[in-house]
């Protein structure tokens, strides 16, 4: 079988189906609003009539490559190329408005490449044991998952702790427009027909990140001023990449988070990042320096995201669930095959398995060196004067928007969230909560219905959340969660107003 697969890694075809599709995938991930899945889902047909290795390498490179991309834009322009780097937005933007946006990209480059390796490992040595733990987890254990990430919403909240709320309840209610998940009604449709639809996560993304930056950098009229100035400088990767290997703790622990968050189906990209912040701000002496452009929130972010890419794989390849979005479109790449993904592909397709795995592997050292090398040179596309350069970027939150659904609504209401989003960040009301309630909002809501559901089938409705292993450790965790950042809030109070205190008596 190794030879085989040996082969087939070997062959020249293969390796520039993966380098083109890595590459490709980096210039996907940057311009905001083209997401992973949807670079996948465009290049789904042209695999109609190749064969399973090259157009699984092709796919799972894109894959990669474009969940890293994403951290580009972010870092640049505040814009999250993909929904899985909201949380790099938070200190990466910040790094490039105090002047350094290559050590951001090399921040994001290293750990993105750290987190793709291992989430890869973990695919290749532990997919089967890990793929058990996501069969244990059932309705009431996702209602507990949502909660859980929920209490994200007091560290998102670097200000006022109740705007925070404020914020993820209006991320809350907006996850309800639309047809029920359970029921079928329609809710706040008023009605309009194409709202029944639910409103788009990446419009809302686009709207809320990108276009409140364009009209604040019109209101501080710096349309006329250069872009970025992103140049190479001497010394500078490699000390950051020093500095980042003597903190293999935040590292680790960021890919575990991605990883784990991977392989529970429907969590994705965006949710591990975010709790991946989440925790490196917990456990960071200096976690009220997060979000003014503190490197190690780059990390925390890049390293689960990347690392979730492979753990949403495992459910794949080993249960036949697709952990993520982006994986369902590899799904469907295996099914147009002919290749049904499930317990038995290991026994029936083995060498096809284990040369996607072995080439996913080393896609990530491929992203890496592209990443390292070429990420100004990807860069340079929006590294431009800021006249020219936020007329692009309307005209391509535009045509992401446009593109998802081919709907001008979707238009409209990317705009319409933008601007509200733009007035609502002047009064204080961080895009973070919002955005964290409008993900798991459907997460919440479908689970505390099935659970129900499934209470009443048992002779009690609300036993069921209180009873299993699982949802008792997400309860504490919930609890522990908020508490802490409770803590942290207090703390942040009092240091500021230790810091008043202390400017008063210098005055006197």
């Not at 899985?84 to 408005?97: K, L, V």
């Not at 903190?247 to 529970?264: C, D, H, K, M, Y």
């Not at 249960?319 to 002919?338: K, R």
């Not at 499934?454 to 959340?465: K, T, Y």
Request: charged share 10%.
């Amino acid at each position: 079988m190794w030879e085989t697969v040996l082969s087939a890694l070997m062959d020249p075809v293969n390796a520039l189906f993966l380098v083109g599709g890595v590459a490709g995938g980096i210039v996907v991930g940057a311009l905001p609003g083209l997401t992973a899945t949807m670079a996948l889902a465009l290049m789904l047909p042209f695999t109609f009539s190749m064969s399973p290795e090259p157009a699984l390498i092709m796919l799972g490179g894109i894959y990669i490559g474009a969940i890293y991309g994403g951290s580009i834009s972010a870092i640049l322009i505040n814009t999250p190329g993909t929904p899985s780097s909201i949380a790099t937005t938070f200190d990466g933007y910040p790094m490039t408005r105090q002047g350094k946006p290559e050590q951001a990209l090399v921040t994001a480059a290293f750990s993105s490449g750290i987190g793709g390796v291992l989430g890869g490992l973990t695919l290749l040595f532990l997919s089967p044991a890990l793929a058990d733990l996501a069969l244990q987890f059932g309705p009431p254990e996702f209602f507990w998952v949502a909660i859980f990430g929920l209490t994200i919403i007091a560290t998102l909240s670097a200000g006022s702790l109740l705007k925070g709320m404020i914020g993820g309840c209006l991320g809350l209610m907006l996850s309800t427009v639309g047809i029920a998940p359970i029921g079928g009604e329609s809710r706040f449709t008023f009605g309009f027909s194409p709202l029944q639809g639910g409103l788009d996560l990446v419009v809302m993304l686009i709207g809320l990140f990108c276009i409140p930056e364009v009209l604040a950098m019109v209101d501080r009229k710096r349309v006329a001023k250069q872009g970025l100035a992103l140049k190479r400088e001497k010394g500078v990767a490699g000390g950051v990449i020093k500095k980042l290997v003597r903190q293999p703790l935040l590292l680790l622990r960021s890919s575990i988070v991605g990883i784990i968050t991977g392989i529970i189906p429907g969590a994705g990209g965006n949710i591990a990042s975010l709790l991946s912040y989440d925790l490196a701000v917990r456990f960071d002496k200096k976690h009220k320096d997060y979000g003014k452009g503190r490197m190690e929130g780059v990390v925390a972010s890049e390293a689960s995201n990347n690392a979730e890419v492979g753990g949403s794989l495992v459910p794949l390849l080993s249960l036949g669930i697709p952990g993520a979005a982006p994986a369902a479109v590899l799904m469907g790449a295996l099914l147009i095959q002919g290749i049904t993904p499930g317990p038995d592909l290991y026994t029936r397709y083995p060498d096809l398995v284990y040369t996607f795995i072995i080439a996913f592997i080393i896609a990530n050292f491929v992203m890496f060196v592209m990443a390292f090398y070429g990420a100004r040179y990807v860069a340079r596309m929006i590294d431009l004067p800021a006249d020219v350069l936020l007329p692009m970027i309307v005209m391509l939150t535009v045509i992401g928007s446009f593109a998802i659904r081919n709907s001008y609504l979707d238009v409209c209401m990317m705009l319409g969230f933008g601007i509200a989003g733009y007035f609502l960040k002047k009064v204080g009301f961080e895009p973070g909560p919002i955005v964290l309630g409008i993900i798991l909002g459907p997460i919440a809501e479908t689970g505390l219905a099935q659970s129900m559901l499934l209470g009443q089938a048992e002779g009690g409705v609300w036993q069921i959340f209180f009873t299993r292993p699982i949802t008792l450790v997400l309860i504490v965790l919930s609890l522990i969660s908020l508490l802490s950042a409770v803590y942290i809030q207090t703390s942040r109070a009092g240091w500021k107003a230790g810091r008043r205190d202390a400017e008063t008596c210098d005055a006197d």
